[in-house]
């Protein structure tokens, strides 16, 4: 069965950095992401990146995180820069290929103001 674990979360201080990581083990997807869930809000999506490299980020994020993945380690990266208090939230990966739709565990990230 297909899985992720994530890591990199963490606390930081308003306008800081974060790199998260999520590795994927069972199958090549042809889409992984990133999506957040702030404190009672839906989880919404964040940036999402296919095998090819072709981005697409929230528009809340643009300019600020950078996705990246490394085929060869079937691992996908989140480049958290200029952090803000309203980024709080858990950070889930996300991958697909249909028939599959795998969410990682979540990683926490709170920005401190």
């Known amino acids: 069965q297909p899985q992720l674990v994530e890591s990199g979360g963490g606390l930081v201080q308003a306008g800081g950095s974060l790199r998260l990581s999520c590795a994927a083990s069972?199958?090549?997807?042809?889409?992984m992401g990133w999506y957040r869930q702030a404190p009672g809000k839906q989880r919404d999506m964040v940036a999402t990146?296919?095998?090819?490299?072709?981005?697409n980020y929230a528009d809340s994020v643009k300019g600020r995180f950078t996705i990246s993945r490394d085929n060869a380690k079937n691992t996908v990266y989140l480049q958290i820069n200029s952090l803000r208090p309203e980024d709080t939230g858990i950070y889930y990966c996300?991958?697909?290929?249909?028939?599959?739709?795998?969410w990682g565990q979540g990683t926490q990230v709170t920005v401190s103001s």
């Open positions: 069972g199958r090549i997807f042809s889409v």
């Open positions: 996300n991958a697909r290929d249909w028939p599959y739709n795998v």
């Open positions: 990146i296919t095998r090819g490299g072709s981005t």
